[in-house]
């Protein structure tokens, strides 16, 4: 079966229609309608249902899915088992939020020098869907991410519960400096639902960033207040140069492992899982 049509049939069902397919794919709709209709031809059955909403699975379809999904991981796999550089036994793909990198990423890129030198590693960093397509695609082995959806075929493993925590600046004199400064970190859907029912204290922020250690160091340099990791902010709690707002609420922010089910047959993806815990423990 040609890879292209396996991944024309799974971005369809992914996007929910022959048009998104086609701009995602950057090929045209009729591109598409071919691919598809070529599949449908050599199966023997049909796998969409077109309407004005889009395009539904089929029952065949349905069926269909799981093996286009595992053609194209099997695919991705051979394709990065070839490229194994010299003295390295196999490759391992982890990508991670950005918020993550650092310190739980990094910790582990050296854990897996450490531990397991002969295991090479593609490290990826992206946004939650672009990394879960990459997962979905076969790019991936691996996604770390604090609120992953729940895909068939894949399985997701708790790594850490952290805390997020109210922390402001202090001057050297130990006053506070710049705490009245909030600024909005956005840690996602579930911390801005917990977030507005908490609390409306802090007034209307004057900043808002994407990207949580971007914020603490804005607020490292200039002053302010906000919610970070405490596992990050930590070190800086210990310095005196941040201290924990008494009495603010808490909330918790897990992380999780997301692979290919059929992964848990591989021993190099079991050991890259083993030091994602090691290093959080």
Do not use: C
Not at 29 to 57: K, M
Not at 140 to 158: M, N, Q, S, T
Not at 243 to 262: K, M
């Amino acid at each position: 079966m040609d890879i292209d049509r396996a991944r024309t049939f799974l971005e369809i069902v992914h996007s929910g229609s022959f048009l998104k397919a086609a701009d995602r794919l950057h090929v045209t709709q009729t591109t598409v309608s071919a691919r598809i209709r070529t599949l449908e031809d050599v199966l023997g059955r049909q796998l969409f249902i077109r309407n004005r909403n889009g395009a539904q699975l089929t029952s065949a379809g349905r069926e269909f899915e799981r093996y286009a999904q595992s053609f194209v991981q099997i695919w991705e796999r051979a394709r990065h088992q070839l490229a194994i550089p010299s003295g390295r036994t196999s490759v391992v793909a982890l990508g991670g939020e950005l918020s993550l990198w650092n310190p739980l990423l990094l910790d582990w890129l050296v854990w897996m020098k450490d531990q397991k030198p002969e295991i090479a590693i593609h490290a990826n960093v992206g946004v939650p869907d672009q990394l879960l397509e990459q997962l979905r695609t076969g790019v991936l082995d691996i996604a770390v991410l604090y609120a992953p959806k729940l895909l068939p075929g894949f399985r997701v493993e708790l790594l850490v519960e952290e805390q997020l925590v109210l922390v402001r600046t202090r001057s050297r004199d130990g006053e506070t400096a710049g705490g009245e400064d909030y600024i909005h970190v956005d840690w996602g859907p579930s911390f801005a639902a917990q977030h507005d029912a908490g609390s409306n204290s802090f007034g209307e922020p004057g900043l808002f960033v994407g990207l949580g250690p971007l914020g603490l160091s804005y607020i490292l340099r200039v002053g302010g207040m906000g919610y970070f990791r405490r596992g990050t902010a930590a070190p800086h709690i210990e310095s005196g140069e941040l201290e924990i707002v008494d009495g603010a609420p808490e909330f918790t922010y897990p992380a999780y492992a997301v692979y290919p089910e059929a992964s848990q047959a591989r021993a190099d993806i079991q050991e890259a899982l083993r030091g994602l815990k090691q290093v959080v423990a």
